[in-house]
């Protein structure tokens, strides 16, 4: 639902926390050719948002953003690619 969602919600038994990641070439060609920015752009724009998404989270939790011990499921989506990380997610949740 959005930053500290794993944090503020973990009481909730309805709730699943999940953790999308990829590599950095695969984000970096994400940006590349979904936004149509350069590579050094699309590098500097991932690690500006990543660097603010650690900070808010740490300002606000005092854990890391990054700690995946804080997720029910962690996809690599470099690896299963969008469509099939969306269809992971979905069995997941039984949404199928």
């Known amino acids: 639902v959005g930053r500290c969602a794993d ?10 926390n999940i953790f999308v990641k990829a590599s ?3 984000r970096l060609d994400r940006v590349v050719k979904e936004y149509g920015e ?3 752009k699309a590098g500097d724009i991932i690690l500006k948002n990543d660097k603010r998404r650690a900070n808010y989270y740490s300002y606000h939790v005092g854990e ?3 700690n995946l011990n804080n997720y029910d499921l962690v996809i690599r989506s470099d ?17 199928q």
Request: hydrophobic share 35%.
């Open 7 to 16: 944090y503020v919600l973990k009481e909730r038994e309805d709730v699943f």
């Open 24 to 26: 950095m070439s695969f």
């Open 38 to 40: 350069d590579e050094k």
């Open 64 to 66: 890391k953003w990054t």
């Open 79 to 95: 690896l299963t690619g969008i469509e099939k990380s969306v269809d992971c997610i979905c069995a997941y949740l039984g949404k």
